[in-house]
């Protein structure tokens, strides 16, 4: 399901996203939270509006953060927030796969702009 959110909005809680990091159990199937460590081999790739973001504000100063308990936290600036709809991909880069990769969908609102405008 995604995450609505105020379209431009500047900085804050409304531009954090917070989502697990989770390991496959390879015995059981099961999925478990796990601490994976930053490292080069983290990729994280926006999309604004079905647009691949490769320059400018749009596709740099995101910070991806990783917090204890399995988790992490991506902030986004003001210029990635002005699409109707953000996707966010954060991928495992490493070659035995620490975590499962996964992905953040954001839909903008509260602007003429945005993909719920009213």
């Known amino acids: 399901m995604p995450d609505l959110r105020v379209y431009g909005s500047t900085t804050g809680e409304m ?4 989502f697990p ?3 496959p159990d390879s015995s059981t199937g099961d999925y478990q939270t796990s ?5 080069s081999s983290t ?3 926006l999309y604004l509006d079905g647009v691949a973001a490769t320059g400018g504000a749009a596709a740099s ?5 990783f917090l204890t308990g399995g988790y992490g936290k991506l902030a986004l600036v003001t210029a990635q927030m002005q699409a109707e709809i953000i996707v966010a991909m ?12 996964t992905s953040i969908i954001i839909h903008t609102g509260g602007h003429a702009s945005a993909l719920h405008s009213g």
Not at 15 to 18: A, C, D, E, K, S
Not at 35 to 39: G, R, T
């Open 35 to 39: 601490d994976p460590s930053p490292s």
């Open 61 to 65: 100063n995101a910070t991806l953060s």
């Open 90 to 101: 954060i991928v495992d880069a490493t070659a035995t796969k620490e975590w499962v990769d």
């Open 15 to 18: 531009n954090n996203f917070y």
């Open 21 to 23: 990091f989770l390991d």
């Open 43 to 45: 990729d994280l790739i």
